[in-house]
């Protein structure tokens, strides 16, 4: 998986709780992405990062924030986890915007 | 912005002969359009990929064209094996504008490959 680790790898919330996500990457590639991915709607951006603090919103941003204070980490929060957003996460890496690497995905079950 | 329509969403072949997966993309802008594998339980991976210079591309039993003409791109996949047998997702990548390039996925195809 391209040097891309994901923690946890499998979580189980409930409703209100906040919830953070972790992405961490070896290959020192400058974009950093999450997706979602749920049945009949592919992968989804939800926000992507092209560089350490510089993050911008994807097509799914609501209810989710990011920060990336290291080239290697990106997390993805949950402020307040919702039933809508169980699903399973991907992050992705790319050194030159085109090739995108994705790590192993994290599935998420808020109750 | 721009939308990728896969099809079809479930394909079933006979080992050994050809599978075909077609993509169509509606922004023109869109110049980079690659193919992802995703096995059950793991992440997608990058199989094949495409740039809008470029008509074909082949790696061993796997191909891609794209017909930017008509916005279309397909994946072939010859001789197939059970190995075959996963999720396939086109995608196809806008940059037209900084701030602005992603990639926008289509909604994945189950290959399954029939001993």
């Known amino acids: 998986d391209a040097g891309i680790t994901q923690s946890p790898r499998h979580k189980v919330t409930e409703t209100g709780t906040p919830v953070t996500l972790r992405c961490h990457q070896t290959?020192?590639?400058?974009?950093m992405y999450w997706y979602r991915q749920d049945p009949g709607h592919g992968l989804r951006l939800i926000h992507y990062?092209?560089?350490?603090?510089?993050?911008d919103k994807g097509e799914v941003s609501d209810g989710y924030s990011v920060s990336r204070s290291k080239t290697e980490d990106f997390l993805l929060t949950l402020e307040s986890a919702t039933s809508s957003q169980t699903s399973v996460y991907f992050c992705?890496?790319?050194?030159?915007?085109?090739?995108?690497?994705f790590g192993p995905g994290t599935r998420l079950t808020v109750t | 912005g721009e939308n990728v329509e896969q099809h079809p969403s479930t394909l079933s072949v006979q080992e050994g002969d050809s599978a075909v997966i077609k993509c169509t993309y509606s922004?023109?802008?869109?110049?980079?359009f690659p193919w992802y594998k995703q096995e059950l339980g793991k992440g997608p991976q990058l199989i094949i990929d495409?740039?809008?210079?470029?008509g074909e591309k082949k790696d061993q039993r796997i191909a891609v064209t794209l017909n930017k003409t008509a916005k279309h791109f397909s994946l072939h996949i010859t001789e197939t094996q059970p190995e075959d047998s996963a999720v396939y997702f086109c995608?196809?990548?806008?940059?037209?504008?900084?701030?602005?390039?992603?990639?926008?996925f289509g909604t994945g195809t189950r290959l399954t490959i029939i001993p």
């Open positions: 992705a890496i790319s050194q030159a915007l085109y090739e995108q690497y």
């Open positions: 290959e020192n590639h400058r974009y």
């Open positions: 990062s092209y560089g350490v603090k510089d993050t």
């Open positions: 922004d023109s802008a869109s110049n980079y």
């Open positions: 495409i740039r809008s210079n470029v």
């Open positions: 995608a196809a990548f806008t940059g037209a504008n900084f701030g602005n390039e992603k990639l926008t």
